[in-house]
């Protein structure tokens, strides 16, 4: 399974995150020009595929640290915190990917008046790892 497709099927398997929104609206890569929040749009900024050691009886294995960036959409910036604390809190406690979250952002959109919230994670995936 993909790091993308792995990825949806946390956020969308997460009672908390779909409390908040539908997971039709979790999108990877490219959103709607004209999507309706609440959403969550998703991309890879950064890849690095060095090898790496683990510290387990497997010995040398081959993991990818990716850099992800993920935006909560919400009409208000209060719902946009919200949804973006589910989404922190799914993904932390994720097990089989490691998400680390390394800063956070807020933004506002005028044209829409999208408020959102943006989270940057590092996460270890190997792409072995079914």
């Known amino acids: 399974m993909s790091f993308e ?8 398997g997460d009672a ?4 908040l929104m ?6 990877f890569g490219t959103a709607p020009q004209n999507a309706d929040a609440p959403f969550i749009h998703m991309q890879k900024t950064f890849t690095d595929s060095g090898p790496t050691l ?8 081959r993991l990818d640290n990716i850099e992800l960036q993920l935006t909560a959409y919400q009409t208000t910036y ?3 915190n919200a949804l973006a604390l589910a989404v922190r809190e799914a993904l932390e406690a994720e097990n089989n ?9 807020t933004s506002f959109d005028d044209q829409p008046g999208l408020h959102g919230q943006i989270l940057l994670f590092s996460c270890w995936y ?4 079914s």
Request: glycine letters at 8%; zero cysteines; proline letters at 0%.
């Open 54 to 61: 683990d510290n387990g009886d497997s010995g040398a294995s």
């Open 5 to 12: 497709s792995q990825t949806l099927a946390v956020l969308a």
């Open 78 to 80: 209060s719902k946009a």
């Open 126 to 129: 190997s792409s072995t790892t």
């Open 16 to 19: 908390g995150v779909t409390a």
């Open 97 to 105: 990917l490691r998400f680390i979250l390394k800063d956070s952002f």
């Open 22 to 27: 539908s997971s039709a609206d979790m999108y």
